[in-house]
């Protein structure tokens, strides 16, 4: 497994939840993100990180997550506060291919993709 995220669960409404990535060595790119896709949906762009800090968020995120990353770990983290009910799916870590520095809210402009935990907000 090359990207393994943990940390989805059952959250009421307002609450917040900690997701975690471990990655690899040939999957710790200089870009990484974090999608969601709910039952129906199509995959969508939660936020991405480079490997320099720099930031890219969905428009519906709006200051309630955090992204980050600890290169020394080789783990992408995604805080999530005031959770809403619309916010369950799966959420799936993701990197872009090495080399590349340049966040893309794409997810076929990403390479690894990890399994999925699933995050339920209940009302």
């Known amino acids: 497994v090359q990207l393994q995220a943990c940390g989805g669960g059952l959250v009421q409404t307002g609450g917040s939840l900690r997701l975690s990535c471990a990655a690899s060595e040939r999957t710790f790119n200089p870009v990484m993100g974090w999608f969601r896709q709910a039952p129906g949906k199509q995959r969508e762009f939660v936020a991405a990180?480079?490997?320099?800090?720099?930031?890219r968020y969905g428009d519906f995120v709006k200051e309630r997550f955090i992204i980050s990353r600890d290169n020394a770990k080789k783990t992408l983290y995604l805080q999530m506060n005031n959770l809403k009910p619309e916010d369950t799916a799966a959420y799936y870590c993701a990197a872009r291919p090495n080399r590349v520095t340049v966040i893309s809210a794409a997810p076929a402009s990403y390479t690894f993709w990890g399994q999925g935990t699933q995050v339920t907000v209940s009302s």
């Open positions: 990180i480079t490997w320099n800090g720099g930031l």
